[in-house]
């Protein structure tokens, strides 16, 4: 065995999915907000916004429930952790940062996709056909994995305050809902608009959401595949290499 | 025997404030070593350093010949650290802990649960390692992060102040412990304030002063060296005269409290046969007669006192 070896890192990584899961997210209140947010996120547009067909706010409440729940908890596991001072007793494992970003990047992908499945349910139990079914898999796979990255990304400020990180995280995470073709279809949106939500990587999900359920699209499905995993990469490494950096500021 | 640990030249800083300063020391394979100083010293800094969990400034820190900052995760797969803090989960069970512990280091399931069930029965845990670690006392917490230390069995062990505020009975454990391991041929490196708990178990001991090592040396040969002055504290059955006693060969200073006499020594043989002498001459009889050694507490204050600016 190579403990720095990279399948073994792999699997280190994997028990602190389970450990992070086990804490974190198998709790009430957090799943409860996981379903509860987006769903009531949906019903207020849905009573808003009367001349929007079903099938497209549907999709819009796939794609909200996905970025909400895999960035939900992400962000303040590593506050907690500090202020617990576990993260310390992590540090002194062997254990790369590397890997104990990409194990609560694991658990946070699961928790999204487990409760984005419920969203789905309910589109369907609404009467909404399921065009592409395996489009529609791949792109809450990918997306999932994305937005966990993005959760971990907002969690690098080395503070371990989780109140601090939460407040960052909303002030970021409520504007790209509404820069990403969730509410305002893109079709609909000025070029200022048009443009922030090219660097939004919830816009594309929600184009192959949309996709999955209408059969409409406003990107090529293909070149909204490519930029979720280009934008996987680049958050993946970018948080990765910025906690390595952060990391020893929280011990 | 081989260096367990080899430090050359450590030096951490924080802002202005130079923490730990261009420190070098090594432990050897099996010993127990003791890191002494105050609050503020630089101990659980260089601690922290050695144990890859914050980076020097400059300076380095092989660890059972890995260098802990190019080789981390090699360098940890050796060790154990138990911090001063209990840093287990608290919201997992005692035998969640130790198999995360288990995951952690690679362990196979079924030897780390072998290792863990043996450890939690050895520190008194075994009855209760289903309960969540949040209804654990002090005591219960720290023999449960020695457990979790040790379930991999390291070669090397950090502790910071593993029985700081324990009752006696965990106290006892853990020491005893420590001593079988380091009869089973365990390096240790251990952060305490308690003098006596360094001066029974360490092999050797570092006192720091202001992120600097100010004395390295066997408790016994450190006392020893503190002081070219002894003191021995005698009393006599009868009131005998002070300038008698200051007078006797060797004596530096005398002082009386209550009925006993504390002088100061440069030849402690000497002045004791000219005790006996003049106490024949006074017609007085000894009844007590005690050579005070300087004690670790005594070495500690006098290396780590601040030098006046």
Redesign the interface.
């Known amino acids: 065995?190579n403990?720095?070896g990279f399948s073994?890192?792999v699997?280190?990584a994997?028990?602190?999915a389970?450990?992070d899961i086990?804490?974190y997210y198998i709790k009430g209140p957090v799943l409860i907000f996981g379903i509860f947010m987006p769903v009531f996120l949906f019903l207020a547009f849905l009573m808003g916004s009367r001349q929007l067909p079903l099938a497209f706010l549907v999709s819009g409440l796939v794609g909200m429930a996905l970025f909400f729940t895999a960035t939900a908890v992400s962000p303040a596991i590593f506050p907690w952790e500090g202020q617990?001072?576990?993260l310390?007793?992590?540090?002194?494992?062997?254990?790369?940062v590397e890997a104990i970003v990409f194990g609560d990047m694991i658990a946070s992908t699961l928790f999204g996709i487990g409760i984005t499945l419920i969203t789905v349910i309910i589109g369907l139990a609404l009467g909404l056909p399921l065009l592409h079914a395996i489009t529609l898999g791949t792109g809450i796979l990918l997306a999932a994995c994305c937005f966990s990255a993005i959760g971990m990304l907002l969690a690098v400020p080395p503070t371990n305050t989780p109140s601090n990180i939460m407040m960052l995280s909303s002030l970021i995470k409520f504007p790209m809902v509404f820069i990403s073709g969730i509410f305002i279809p893109l079709e609909q949106m000025p070029p200022w608009g048009l443009a922030l939500a090219a660097f939004s990587p919830l816009t594309y999900f929600t184009d192959i959401v949309r996709y999955s359920f209408t059969g409409t699209n406003y990107f090529p499905v293909p070149g909204d595949v490519a930029a979720l995993i280009l934008f996987t990469i680049v958050l993946t490494a970018g948080t990765m290499y910025l906690h390595k950096r952060t990391m020893?500021k929280r011990? | 025997m081989s260096e367990a640990i080899e430090v050359t030249d450590l030096t951490k800083i924080f802002g202005t404030t130079v923490a730990v300063d261009h420190i070098s020391f090594s432990v050897k394979e099996g010993e127990i070593f003791g890191f002494l100083g105050p609050n503020g010293a630089g101990k659980t800094t260089t601690t922290r350093m050695l144990t890859g969990v914050i980076p020097p400034d400059s300076g380095s820190a092989l660890i059972l010949d890995h260098d802990i900052q190019h080789q981390p995760v090699m360098a940890k797969q050796g060790f154990g650290v138990v911090p001063e803090t209990s840093n287990a989960y608290a919201d997992l069970t005692a035998w969640q802990n130790l198999m995360l512990m288990g995951d952690l280091y690679g362990l196979p399931h079924a030897h780390a649960s072998d290792r863990a069930s043996d450890l939690l029965k050895t520190l008194g845990l075994l009855e209760r390692r289903d309960q969540k670690v949040q209804a654990y006392s002090k005591g219960m917490k720290q023999r449960l992060i020695l457990a979790m230390a040790l379930l991999h069995k390291p070669g090397l062990l950090f502790l910071d102040e593993p029985t700081s505020g324990l009752d006696v009975q965990s106290s006892q454990m853990i020491l005893s412990l420590l001593r079988d391991l380091s009869q089973e041929g365990t390096t240790i490196f251990l952060t305490t304030h308690n003098m006596e708990e360094a001066n029974r178990l360490c092999n050797r001991i570092a006192i720091i002063r202001s992120g600097k090592i100010v004395a390295l040396d066997a408790p016994e040969k450190l006392k020893a060296a503190i002081d070219r002055l002894h003191r021995i504290e005698v009393s006599f059955d009868r009131d005998i005269p002070a300038n008698g006693l200051a007078r006797l060969p060797g004596v530096v200073h005398v002082d009386r409290t209550g009925d006993k006499w504390q002088i100061t020594v440069e030849d402690r043989d000497l002045v004791i046969r000219s005790l006996v002498t003049f106490s024949q001459q006074q017609g007085a009889v000894i009844v007590t007669l005690n050579t005070l050694a300087p004690s670790l507490d005594d070495a500690f204050l006098r290396l780590t006192r601040e030098v006046p600016p």
């Open positions: 065995m403990p720095a073994e890192q699997r280190r994997w028990a602190i389970r450990k086990r804490i617990a001072k576990t310390e007793r992590l540090a002194s494992c062997p254990i790369t020893p011990m």
